[in-house]
């Protein structure tokens, strides 16, 4: 079975650009999951989706970062203008659907670095 | 900050040793805990997970012990191995949501 893909894997930009990741969850699973993780801490879930639905953006900082499933399928989260407390890597995951026994499966990440 | 999120707290264990890994949470209604390998590189990979109306729970050579009294959270490792040096996160969360909250992580280093 594939697992999700993100591209891409590495991005450095300059701050105040804009930055754009995708990602391509597993077949069927119906929910996605952003996280930000900072060198040397636990991912933080920026956005949660079910199918093409927002369920949880408590912690997406809006005036920056947006995101979107439009198909219910694949998903991009964009950064704009992008702040050097940006860097980090962006982790994509999904599961098959919501609450206790779903297994959240993670990609490899992309790794942004903001200069 | 960063220079906080840098000193990860390292276990150093030899090979053949068992290994403890410890955490604590502070969400007293939290109910479902899941622990976490994280290789360099690479997303967090699902290792055990255990539901607050259970003590222990066992799987292959890893076993996860929960201690809600004091909120604290154990992993070990049985004859850890080359292969389990990684970064190892606990995660909770409440109720029916899904949403995690991952801990800040142990580095575990094995020496041959």
């Known amino acids: 079975e594939a697992g999700v893909a993100q591209s891409p894997r590495y991005k450095i930009i300059e701050k105040r650009q804009s930055v754009a990741f995708w990602c391509n969850p597993i077949?069927?699973?119906?929910?996605l999951y952003w996280y930000q993780q900072i060198l040397g801490q636990g991912p933080k879930l920026l956005i949660q989706?079910?199918?093409?639905?927002?369920?949880?953006d408590s912690q997406l900082p809006k005036d920056r970062f947006s995101a979107e499933r439009l198909k219910g399928v694949d998903s991009t989260l964009k950064i704009q203008p992008a702040k050097l407390e940006d860097s980090a890597v962006y982790l994509c995951?999904?599961?098959?659907?919501?609450?206790?026994?779903?297994?959240?499966?993670f990609g490899p990440g992309t790794r942004l670095t903001v200069l | 900050g960063e220079s906080v999120g840098l000193h990860l707290p390292t276990l150093s264990v030899q090979e053949g040793d068992n290994s403890i890994i410890n955490c604590a949470y502070s969400?007293?209604?939290?109910?479902?805990f899941i622990w976490y390998k994280q290789e360099s590189g690479k997303g967090p990979q699902f290792i055990i997970d255990?539901?607050?109306?259970?003590d222990k729970r066992q799987g292959q050579r890893v076993t996860v012990l929960l201690n809600k009294t004091v909120k604290h959270l154990s992993l070990q490792i049985a004859a850890t191995q080359p292969g389990d040096s990684a970064v190892y996160f606990c995660?909770?969360?409440?109720?029916?949501?899904?949403?995690?909250?991952f801990g800040t992580g142990t580095r575990l280093q094995v020496t041959l």
């Open positions: 995951a999904s599961s098959p659907g919501v609450g206790v026994g779903n297994e959240q499966f």
């Open positions: 077949s069927g699973h119906a929910t």
């Open positions: 989706f079910q199918n093409n639905g927002v369920v949880d």
């Open positions: 969400n007293s209604a939290s109910d479902y």
């Open positions: 255990i539901r607050s109306n259970m």
């Open positions: 995660a909770e969360t409440a109720g029916t949501a899904s949403k995690l909250t």
